[in-house]
């Protein structure tokens, strides 16, 4: 019994190449392995159903059929060989059958993909060319109603264990359409002709479902008119395409042109990363001006190194110009802001300095005009300090020179030197300078006496007290002071002596004595 399922499985595995070959025996040929068209017409679609085109890798058997060298329809379903990267002649090997089915179809299943392609990257496997023809057929007609629903079947044999990336499947299949756009110059998204969905396929159930959504879609989408000779019609404006307009090698080149965009960033990134880390610790790049230089000629080196291929075709030029105007102000837009970044920081640190010096010299200059004469050699020293320091920030190519940053710092200095007296720091300065004054403990000095006079007079003539006037005169540690009043014959005056009258003139001597141990 536990062999049973495997048994089982492989009675399927079988059952589905018979399926398959009974299924082409009643296939009516649309176009011979020579790539002439068939006098066969093409079916109506049973049912309500729609038409799938079912495009296979030549060469390469999988699991929905066998790569067969012709186009032919069975019921709904149209089998055609995709294209092909050998130089070839033949319009199969160009993709001409498979876009002219996926033109009459409402849902294209492409198959043959492999999780190695998928790694690669269809664009520059066969896929890619095939899909690049069959959407230029799509771009160069008239816009069928609705989209068309388009499914990668990517086939794996279940002992990969590979996982599925879908977004990066649509976003490969974006860029091999809007690189086919830009050949054809349509303005066209992808969404608007095209649905993709991607399916890993790796046994006979997944073959089934992926058909079953196919068939599901391709009936929204309504069969195109005088069907019987929409797929004749379709072939033979195609192939008659000249190989001028043929868009895979202009797709190729703008593929190759945003491939050589997305290396040029990824190699000029990592050297950016390591100056951005710098600066963020409030540090200058040495040499700034000369690195940013030779990264922003060397990362367009690089492309145009890698897309020189693409300069002589025609419109893949003009786009890988483009492609290279973006590259450049980008990565000249980046730079531009590191070297601002440097300057604000040379700015801050310029001003920090100037101000700690100022504060040194504040102790030495206690006149305010001295101060400002004694500071004019600092501040000149401070934006001498500064251009040397920009000079190597400077990045003429980029127009990223000193010369507008050095006035404004000429300014910012003077201003500071102007308003640091009343600047916040200076005050805390000077009321520290005054603590200590204050604080200062007198240092003890040798014994002293010292001995002063000091004489009083005052002199009473007769009166009411209505002349009073007093003068006084010292010389050195001596004085004399003289009064006048004439209150003699007041009689308060006279009650306050006792009755008697006060004496004219009156002396008071007083002798200080000061003594230091």
Not at 34 to 60: C, F, N, R
Not at 263 to 285: C, D, E, P, Q
């Amino acid at each position: 019994m536990a062999g049973h399922p495997t048994r089982s499985f492989s009675l399927r595995g079988l059952l589905l190449p018979l399926l398959v070959a009974s299924a082409s025996s009643a296939a009516t040929t649309l176009v011979d392995s020579s790539g002439a068209l068939t006098k066969a017409l093409l079916p109506a679609p049973t049912g309500d159903g729609g038409i799938v085109a079912l495009l296979s890798s030549p060469g390469t058997p999988g699991p929905f059929s066998s790569s067969s060298a012709t186009v032919s329809v069975d019921g709904d379903v149209i089998s055609a060989p995709g294209a092909s990267l050998e130089e070839s002649s033949g319009p199969l090997a160009r993709g001409t059958g498979s876009a002219a089915a996926a033109s009459v179809a409402g849902a294209v299943v492409l198959t043959g993909v492999t999780l190695a392609d998928v790694e690669l990257g269809l664009d520059g496997t066969r896929h890619g060319r095939t899909l690049a023809e069959m959407f230029a057929s799509a771009l160069r007609t008239e816009k069928k109603e609705g989209v068309t629903t388009l499914i990668v079947a990517v086939q794996s044999d279940g002992a990969e264990g590979g996982s599925l990336d879908a977004e990066e499947i649509e976003e490969v299949v974006e860029e091999i359409f809007d690189g086919v756009a830009a050949a054809v110059g349509a303005d066209d998204e992808l969404g608007d002709r095209f649905s993709v969905r991607s399916m890993l396929v790796s046994t006979p159930e997944d073959v089934a479902k992926v058909m079953s959504e196919a068939k599901s879609a391709a009936k929204g989408s309504p069969p195109p008119k005088s069907l019987p000779t929409a797929f004749s019609d379709a072939y033979k404006r195609i192939a008659s395409a000249t190989d001028d307009a043929d868009p895979t090698p202009v797709a190729e080149a703008l593929l190759a042109c945003n491939d050589a965009y997305s290396r040029a960033s990824r190699l000029s990134r990592a050297k950016i990363a390591s100056m951005k880390h710098r600066i963020s610790r409030n540090l200058l790049v040495p040499k700034y001006g000369y690195r940013a230089d030779a990264l922003l000629k060397r990362t367009l080196d690089l492309f145009d190194r890698d897309t020189m291929a693409a300069a002589g075709l025609p419109r893949a030029g003009e786009q890988r110009l483009i492609i290279r105007k973006k590259l450049q102000d980008r990565t000249e837009g980046i730079l531009k802001r590191l070297f601002d970044d440097q300057m604000a920081l040379l700015e801050k640190n310029t001003l920090k300095r100037f101000q700690a010096s100022l504060l040194r010299r504040m102790a030495k200059d206690a006149d305010p005009a001295q101060f400002y004469e004694s500071n004019a050699e600092a501040l000149r020293m401070a934006t001498f300090a500064f251009g040397s320091a920009a000079s190597s920030l400077e990045v003429p190519s980029m127009s990223l020179t000193k010369t507008k940053a050095v006035k404004e710092m000429e300014g910012k200095l003077n201003n500071a030197l102007v308003t640091f007296p009343d600047s916040p720091a200076a005050k805390i300065k000077s009321l520290q300078k005054v603590k200590q004054t204050v604080s200062k403990k007198k240092e003890p000095t040798e014994g002293s006496i010292s001995v002063a006079l000091d004489l009083v007079a005052m002199i009473r003539p007769d009166g009411f007290g209505n002349l009073q006037g007093f003068a006084g005169y010292q010389l050195g540690p001596h004085s004399i002071t003289v009064g006048v009043h004439n209150d003699a014959d007041d009689p308060g005056v006279i009650s306050q002596f006792g009755g008697v009258r006060p004496a004219f003139l009156r002396v008071q001597p007083k002798l200080k004595l000061d003594v230091e141990l």
